[in-house]
Nanobody
Framework: QVHLVESGGGLVQPGESLRLLCTAS??????FEWYRQAPGKQRELVAF???????EYGSAVKDRFTINRGDTKDTVFLQMNMLKPEDTAVYYC?????????WGQGTQVTVSA
């Protein structure tokens, strides 16, 4: 069983930055992903980071968002720069092991003037 807890969301103005944090109850995870879901829309992949450091980003956030793992390997950050109103969503941390599929409770990000 893996528990994921997100934090760092909030209300910001367009063009500002936020950094989200996901803390896992295990440090031996192969990958982390950040997803987001806006009202009335499907959940979409924002960013992926593998154990080797390979990264991948959704086309809507590439060049603005950066995903990194923490030094202790049980944390993952999502640095979000140049935020836009369309980035408004609940952001979820996700990982998977041989035992199951795990999601955090989500953290709200609102970008509004």
């Amino acid at each position: 069983q893996v528990h994921l807890v997100e934090s760092g969301g909030g209300l910001v103005q367009p063009g500002e930055s936020l950094r989200l944090l996901c803390t896992a109850s295990s440090s031996n995870l192969n990958f982390f992903e950040w997803y987001r879901q806006a009202p009335g829309k499907q959940r979409e992949l924002v960013a992926f980071i593998g154990k080797s450091g390979f990264r991948e980003y959704g086309s809507a956030v590439k060049d603005r968002f950066t995903i990194n793992r923490g030094d202790t390997k049980d944390t993952v950050f999502l640095q979000m720069n140049m935020l836009k109103p369309e980035d408004t969503a609940v952001y979820y941390c996700h990982t998977r092991t041989t035992e199951g599929d795990y999601w955090g409770q989500g953290t709200q990000v609102t970008v509004s003037a």
